[in-house]
């Protein structure tokens, strides 16, 4: 046996010449830049027992304690966030306290309520609490990160107060409730509120004597900022409604984005004092007053969601919200837009109120949505050029109030005596607001370019690709101007607007762009630049419109192989380029290959975003497609069926995804030889194809183009021939125009004098649009 | 931000980088993650070598045994447990592994052998050498299999990086700079190597820093490959630490 040789670092041993000489704990230690990673005196390290619980790591340090990651073999395999509470508290009175609390813990059961498993102490003899592991972020987080509108906030908030109102059924009261303990999770890509700690406060709080509640501020119960003031002035004992009170404080914060009173400079001694008598600002008054504009307006909070927050804030128990419920009850009437029980009755402000629920109806959750998007642009929005703080403040200032005097013009959409329907659509607004923002923010060109940007997004989401036309190409031709033609906003504008001349099928004009922003992209920000990569992916997508799949698979591989390296194997952008490409293996009769790539990208998706994603939709429509192909009708048929319910229920009937479902069922249905079904459904499909993406759509094309084939099929020469020439003067892509005198299902046109002179004229017009393969 | 070093990364074709979060999503029917699959199962043989060695079975036997294993983990019979599991490639191993010796064995033994069943060649003077430089005492099979994984990890890792070094036409940097990987030692004899590498003193500086920053990212790259969710990176970092100083 050979003397083991000492590592140079940390003087262990070198167990292993494998590691070319060197210390293998070293190496994994200088990684966590820590190479003693040492835990804190009598904490415990990862890989160590506690009860009956394994260490993996610490996630995090709250006033209370440190929170651990754990694993749990027996009796379930479980991970668990593991609360160790710091010294200095009893720990037999601490478990004592949970014990006796058990019982009515074990009651909940609720989605939005995480479980607390256990109790116990440590070896090193602290108390600790073993709870359902969470892993998501607070909520106040989460809506400032997706920057969520309003009505979505209020929707969350109110799952919020579900879950809540369920413990106290179970007599059971929070006593901390604040965004930290309010985690929000993503399930099938919806936020869904997760409430922690339950139980934990009633266990560790102190026994309220004296001065002792001040040894507990900051270090226990953390910001004094939710307490209720009952609680806060130590009565023995609280009830349901300081729940209710904190949960005032989070709405309050979440609308508002501060809390209601500022206690971060009150001397702990003077703090219950000033929560008692100190009067908490109306949220529209507060935000009015923050210099920064984010998330709403102060006009949105003012009326009913001031009264809501400031009834939940009440300083005396019985004037608040008896419990969570009717909180979230008033919250509900709110967005329903029915007088809320806050509100003084009066016979105006109901009368007020039935006025704007039918007049604007169902559109303000919209407005409000496009309204927050607009602010998140502004908030986003970059400043290039130096200037001291005054200035920047004043100019951000002036900036949030154009916005808000623009976006608030364009509520008044309608004259109110003219009497015409009962609802302004969100549509409307937008329409309305792509007319005006030409002259509306002419005097902030970067702004209104910005704005320009935002609202064709929106007609992109809505697929009204000819709307977005128009305010991209004003968004490009106005940074360029502004900014210069490289930059990064300017390509990224440039990007877009190719996109958009792509979804509409004018390939030539949009390939010129591509390539130019693209050439652009590689000089100014790098090859493997996020930005550049999303053009790699756009040219790609705009050569398989045309036929050009060797091209385009040499691009798509080049571009997945970088964003594999950049993004990661499952990141949204490198799924979708696997989609892309399997599209154009899948173009090239390469079914099986395709299938592969489809099914992977498929299978991530529905486990990264859930199954009902609009991506999602797209993996499941593309692989269906692709079944399809290699002759699998029946199987093609229900994947199909299964897509377009879906897409029916989360897109809505029209959506041009939905649309295009529907003509690939009606493509399965066909080659099944179920041709009635399927000319009731191309029918239908047509109709709204015709009216949404308008007549030269090619995916209208190509419905025209198989009701023509059914009318071969049926014998129906006359319209077959009439649909045929309409679908090759209206959009028909080249590929169809040059396969018309090989398509079977036209056969029984080929007698016909009028049919060859019909394949002439598309060839003719094929070799005019297209380019050769 | 793309940083120059980065450029290098990923290109290697005798290291390709799989995701076993992708292998145990995707499963048997996918040709790809098979080939993914048996590049994880190469790169990560020794632990569980020295696994059945440590339970107590002859160099001959053991041999017999991982080639055994392996050859059913990559006819995928075992790969329906690890979608149900969606753990660490490591923990899978090992409950596989446990689980082979348990019931498996028998049955194995008495399938053929060769025949139309997957090659699989381990070079395993190497693993018994591995196995005996092992302090001998009281490490249980799994927490000599936890120390091998860590070594076979890290190994790799070294491996990838070198490669990259030699591709660039840098290996003697490689080999000169990489003591520099676990701590600061050795900086006295920065003349000696200065005048090694026709480099200056902050040069070296630099180099060093790069290195070190390359290796931490191919560290966290390679495990992150190993495991589920991204975000077990730092843990799994953390138990190999735990499991390299329980000895």
């Not at chain 1, 756009?538 to 799949?549: D, I, W």
Request: glycine share 8%; hydrophobic share 40%; aromatic share 6%.
């Amino acid at each position: 046996m050979t003397t083991a040789k000492r590592c140079p670092e940390c003087g262990g041993s070198l167990m292993a010449g494998s590691q070319e000489g060197m210390c293998a704990r070293c190496l994994l230690a200088a990684v966590l830049g820590d190479a003693r990673a040492a835990p804190p005196a009598g904490l415990p390290a990862p890989g160590e027992w506690v009860g009956c619980y394994r260490i993996v790591r610490l996630l995090g340090e709250g006033g209370m304690g440190m929170v651990y990651l754990a694993e749990q073999e027996t009796p379930i395999s479980r991970r668990v966030a593991l609360k160790i509470v710091k010294l200095g508290m009893d720990t037999r009175e601490v478990v004592a306290r949970f014990e006796s609390e058990r019982q009515a813990l074990a009651l909940m059961d609720h989605p939005a309520i995480a479980k607390v498993f256990d109790a116990g102490s440590t070896p090193q003899g602290r108390p600790y609490f073993a709870m359902e592991y969470v892993t998501g972020i607070s909520i106040t987080e989460y809506c400032d990160k997706h920057k969520l509108a309003i009505r979505q906030r209020l929707e969350l908030f109110s799952a919020v107060c579900d879950g809540v109102q369920h413990a106290h059924q179970k007599a059971v009261i929070h006593r901390d409730l604040k965004p930290s303990n309010i985690l929000v999770v993503e399930i099938d890509g919806k936020p869904a509120p997760r409430i922690i700690d339950f139980g934990v406060a009633k266990a560790t709080a102190q026994r309220l004597a004296g001065n002792s509640l001040f040894t507990r501020l900051g270090s226990i119960v953390g910001t004094p900022g939710y307490m209720s003031p009952e609680q806060a002035g130590g009565a023995a004992e609280v009830d349901t409604r300081t729940d209710v009170y904190s949960l005032g404080v989070v709405l309050y914060e979440l609308l508002v984005g501060v809390l209601p009173l500022d206690f971060s400079n009150t001397p702990v001694d003077r703090f219950p004092r000033r929560l008692r008598e100190e009067e908490a600002p109306r949220p529209s008054a507060k935000l009015r007053a923050l210099a920064e504009q984010s998330g709403p307006s102060a006009r949105q909070l003012h009326g009913d969601l001031d009264s809501i927050a400031l009834k939940a804030l009440e300083k005396e128990p019985a004037r608040r919200y008896a419990s969570p419920s009717e909180l979230a009850a008033d919250i509900g009437r709110y967005l329903r837009g029915e007088p809320v029980e806050a509100h003084p009755a009066t016979a105006g402000y109901r009368a007020g109120k039935y006025v704007r629920r039918h007049r604007i109806g169902v559109a303000v959750a919209a407005a409000a949505a496009l309204l927050s998007l607009s602010f998140a642009a502004a908030q986003t929005f970059q400043l290039r050029r130096t200037m001291n703080e005054r200035d920047r403040a004043n100019r951000e200032r002036d900036r949030a109030r154009r916005i808000a005097e623009f976006m608030t013009n364009m509520f008044k959409v309608s004259d109110p005596s003219e009497a015409r329907g009962n609802s302004v659509k969100a549509r409307e607004i937008l329409d309305k607001a792509a007319q005006e923002i030409d002259t509306g923010l002419a005097q902030d060109p970067e702004l209104q370019a910005q704005m320009m940007q935002t609202m064709g997004d929106v007609y992109d989401n809505l697929g009204l690709y000819s709307r977005e036309l128009p305010l991209l190409s004003r968004a490009v031709e106005i940074r360029r101007r502004v900014l210069g033609p490289r930059n990064p906003d300017t390509l990224t504008s440039m990007r877009g607007l190719g996109r958009n001349l792509m979804r509409q099928a004018r390939y030539a004009e949009a390939e010129k762009l591509d390539r130019e922003t693209l050439d652009t992209q590689r000089r100014v920000l790098g090859p493997e630049h996020p930005d550049t990569l999303k053009s790699m992916n756009n040219l790609a997508t705009l050569l398989v419109g045309e036929g050009r799949y060797a091209e385009a698979e040499k691009l798509d591989r080049e571009t997945l192989e970088l964003e594999r390296r950049v993004f990661g194997p499952e990141h949204p952008d490198t799924l979708a380029l696997l989609g892309n490409l399997a599209n154009v293996l899948s173009g090239q009769g390469r079914y099986a290959e395709a299938e592969r790539l489809y099914r992977e990208a498929l299978d991530i998706r529905r486990r990264v975003l859930g199954p009902e994603h609009p991506r999602t939709l797209g993996s499941m429509n593309n692989l269906a497609i692709v079944l399809n192909h290699q002759g699998r009708y029946a199987e093609a048929e229900r994947l199909h069926r299964e897509t377009l319910d879906l897409e029916r229920r989360v897109l809505g009937p029209e959506h041009p995804d939905t649309l295009r479902s529907t003509a690939n069922l009606a493509m399965d249905l066909h080659l099944e030889g179920h041709y009635a079904e399927e000319e009731k459904l191309v029918r239908a499909t047509l109709e709204i194809q015709r009216r949404v993406l308008g007549a030269e759509h090619p995916d209208t094309a190509v419905s025209t183009y198989n009701l023509a084939c059914d009318a071969a099929l049926r014998g129906d020469r006359d319209a077959a021939l009439s649909l045929l020439r309409e679908a090759v003067d209206h959009g028909l892509i080249p590929e169809f125009d040059r396969g018309i005198d090989r398509d079977l299902d036209l056969k029984s046109l080929h007698g016909d004098p009028r049919f060859p002179a019909l394949v002439a004229h598309a060839k003719e017009r094929a070799a005019a649009l297209g380019k050769p393969k | 931000m793309v940083t120059p070093d980065k450029t290098a990364a990923g290109l290697s074709r005798r290291f390709p980088t799989t995701s076993w979060s992708l292998i145990s999503a995707a499963g048997r029917d996918s040709a790809e993650s098979a080939d993914a699959l048996g590049a994880l199962c190469a790169a990560y043989w020794t632990p569980v070598y020295a696994f059945i060695r440590r339970k107590g079975y002859t160099r001959e036997e053991s041999e017999d045994l991982s080639q055994a294993f392996f050859t059913r983990v990559l006819e995928h019979r075992t790969l329906a447990e690890a979608r149900r599991e969606r753990g660490k490639f490591r923990s899978f191993l090992l409950a596989s592994v446990t689980n082979f010796l348990a019931n498996e064995w028998d049955r194995s033994r008495t399938q053929k052998r060769g025949g139309d069943s997957i090659a699989l060649s381990f070079d395993f003077d190497t693993g018994e050498e591995r196995y005996h430089r092992e302090p001998y005492h009281e490490l249980t099979p799994e927490a000599l299999f936890e120390r091998q994984w860590a070594m076979a990890l890290l190994d790799r890792v070294l491996g990838r990086q070198r490669e990259e070094y030699v591709r660039r036409g840098n290996a003697t940097h490689f080999d000169l700079l990489k003591v520099f990987l676990t701590g600061d030692h050795g900086r006295g004899e920065n003349h000696e190597l200065a005048a090694q590498l026709e480099m200056s003193g902050a040069a070296i500086r630099t180099a060093v820093h790069r290195l070190r920053r390359r290796y931490a990212e191919l560290l966290r790259e390679e495990i992150a490959a190993t495991v589920a969710d991204g975000d077990e990176v730092e843990a799994e970092i953390r138990f190999l630490l735990a499991a390299l100083e329980r000895a």
